[in-house]
């Protein structure tokens, strides 16, 4: 082991790992398209747009451009008392993309900050409505929304960290994950849990929140559109706010441009990050409707949130270019023909003896194995077969950049092959 790694081994936290015995990390000296180099000279093929936001690729001329000519204006300026045209710009182009009734953007650092803030949004609002009692949260399990502890009190209670940090995280209602698929028709069961809950605790409940169509960090489950189209109703017939989790969904992950779209439906509030800037810098969105804008100071109040690095320039000038790439370019046919070699190629590991279900959306493939993967070990075996792909739990999958190529993806699903053999 080189320095440079021995050294962030001893005193670097890396995602989920402890600081005495650390999983195994890569020396990255650069990343182009799809490809990630490291130090010792080998090029992976990239098959996770790093956490499924770099969905232009790496090193994008374009990109990169809209940061230096930004950089030339100003790097950043503190959001309070002052805007800036990226800003302007940028939440322009997310009212204008996304569905019509979300006309108010807040900006922020994090996915998980958006949460919180959608999370603010919703307890405030029935708050200067004079409801304070509705005050919780309904969402289903399977989910993730983030690591700071009003998006951790709805993650999934079991695969969560709740048991961890029970004592301090508030208690919020959880129903099943919905198990209808895309294509079936919904399910009695799903209907009736989402609609028996809501009657019975709607007085108390905020909002609900869930991520559509895809649940992504917790469990990779894909559900029916019809799901999503019944708890809208649902929502505004028990007068409860829906908060609509896009950050991984969004910007052409699942073949639509907001996941929202598989079910025609536009949620109270929305959050986005990830590949709102095309992987480059860490900023989110959490945009909502004028009623809950307006709602939100019927009291004379206003929304208490105000992060340092709001709408940072940079972020928003790449965000923009990022979208601009999406509306002139070929994203949906790539993402299309993403979504048929996924479903070919990773279909054929659906008879292997190590492999639950294979499943396909979109630009995402998810093979689910029947026990817990190995990740240290089948990530070395990925890094020498010249890919990166992370495994967690039972969960080896895909989501790459949108602009790979049939080869370059074929690359990623033989390697995905070659390790549930050694399983
Ligand atoms: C659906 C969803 N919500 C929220 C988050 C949290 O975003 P961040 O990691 O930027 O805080 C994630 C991250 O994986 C996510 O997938």
């Not at 009692?133 to 929304?145: D, V």
């Not at 079991?158 to 294509?183: A, C, I, N, Q, S």
């Not at 559900?223 to 708890?231: D, G, K, N």
Request: glycine share 8%; proline share 6%; charged share 15%.
């Amino acid at each position: 082991m080189n320095d440079a790694l021995a050294f962030d081994r001893r005193h670097i936290w890396h995602p989920y790992t402890s600081m005495t015995d650390p999983l195994p990390t890569y020396h990255v000296v650069s990343a182009d398209g799809v490809r990630i180099r490291l130090a010792d000279g080998r090029e992976l093929v990239d098959g996770m747009a790093s956490w499924w936001c770099a969905i232009h690729g790496y090193n994008h001329p374009q990109l990169n451009a809209a940061i230096l000519n930004q950089l030339q204006k100003t790097a950043h300026v503190m959001f309070g008392g002052l805007t800036h045209e990226p800003a302007i710009e940028l939440a322009r182009a997310l009212v204008d993309m996304t569905p019509s009734p979300l006309q108010h953007v807040f900006f922020c650092d994090s996915g998980s900050v958006a949460v919180e803030v959608a999370i603010k949004m919703a307890l405030q609002f029935w708050g200067a409505q004079a409801r304070p009692e509705k005050h919780r949260l309904l969402t289903i399990r399977g989910g993730y929304h983030g690591d700071t502890f009003g998006a951790m009190s709805v993650c999934d209670p079991v695969t969560g960290m709740h048991e961890r940090f029970r004592p301090v995280l508030p208690e919020h209602l959880f129903v099943d994950r919905p198990r209808t698929r895309p294509g079936e028709p919904l399910h009695p069961t799903d209907a009736e849990q989402i609609e028996r809950t809501l009657a019975e605790h709607h007085t108390q409940i905020a909002a609900l929140i869930l991520e559509p169509i895809v649940q992504g960090a917790g469990g990779m489950w894909f559900y029916a559109p019809e799901y999503l189209s019944h708890v809208h109703a649902l929502c505004h017939r028990y007068d409860v706010l829906l908060v609509l989790d896009e950050i991984a969904t969004g910007f052409g992950r699942t073949g639509r441009l907001f996941a929202c779209e598989h079910a025609g439906v536009a949620p109270d509030i929305m959050c986005l990050g990830k590949a709102m800037t095309g992987g480059y810098l860490s900023q989110a969105a959490t945009l909502t409707t004028s009623r809950v804008a307006e709602g939100i100071s019927a009291d004379g109040g206003v929304l208490m949130h105000g992060p340092t690095f709001m709408a940072n320039p940079l972020a928003c000038a790449v965000a923009l270019q990022s979208i601009e790439l999406l509306r002139v370019g070929t994203w949906q046919a790539r993402v299309t023909a993403i979504e048929s070699q996924l479903r070919e190629e990773l279909g054929q590991y659906a008879g292997h003896h190590a492999v639950a279900e294979v499943r396909t959306l979109g630009a995402i493939g998810v093979v689910e194995t029947h026990d817990a993967v190995p990740v240290a070990a089948l990530q070395q075996i990925f890094v020498e077969a010249g890919v990166w792909i992370r495994p967690f739990n039972k969960l080896i999958y895909l989501m790459p950049p949108f602009v790979i190529d049939s080869d370059d993806l074929h690359q990623l699903t033989t390697a995905i092959g070659s390790a549930l053999d050694t399983l």
